[in-house]
């Protein structure tokens, strides 16, 4: 199916109209997400399709997650390396953050992007927020991300991401 038939899908199933740039905008992401998070070296990825909170347009978010192999002595290292890291990077805004599972780099970017539908140009705002958390045995640090094209509903999806990063913990192997 074209892109353009999966916006008017979203569209009606949502009941708004397919010129809606919040249901464009969930099509093409929802089209292209399997090859954007194999891209991304993901080591997985889901996708939400929800109704925003004014009932007027759909909001899809991304998780995705990414397993990094590493060797830090403890996580505090591992947290000022990943800090310094991203901020020489300069694609966001970086902070460090207590979660659940004990501190992580917290990165938020916003990005200026153009969809294309047959004709049609909109211009999109993709953001994504994520956090960075070093494993306390110093063997990996996983990444988890929530991202979406959805710029109005962008407070809920971090309020989303903010849960689901607190709703991650670390299992010692065979325990």
Known sequence: MCRRGIAAETAAFFGI???DLGAVASAVTFATMAGAVREAGASYGAAGLFRSVDGLRPVLALVQCFVLLSDHYTVDAA???LTSL???QGMGAVRTERLESGPAVVV???EQDLLTMGDEV???EPRSVTA???DPAGTCVVGLGVSSNNTED???IKDLAEGVFNAFEWVVAGG
């Open 86 to 88: 991203h901020a020489k």
């Open 132 to 134: 960075w958390i070093p």
């Open 154 to 156: 962008w407070d809920q």
């Open 108 to 110: 938020e970017t916003v």
């Open 122 to 124: 909109f211009q999109t």
């Open 79 to 81: 947290v000022a390396g």
């Open 17 to 19: 109209q397919s010129t």
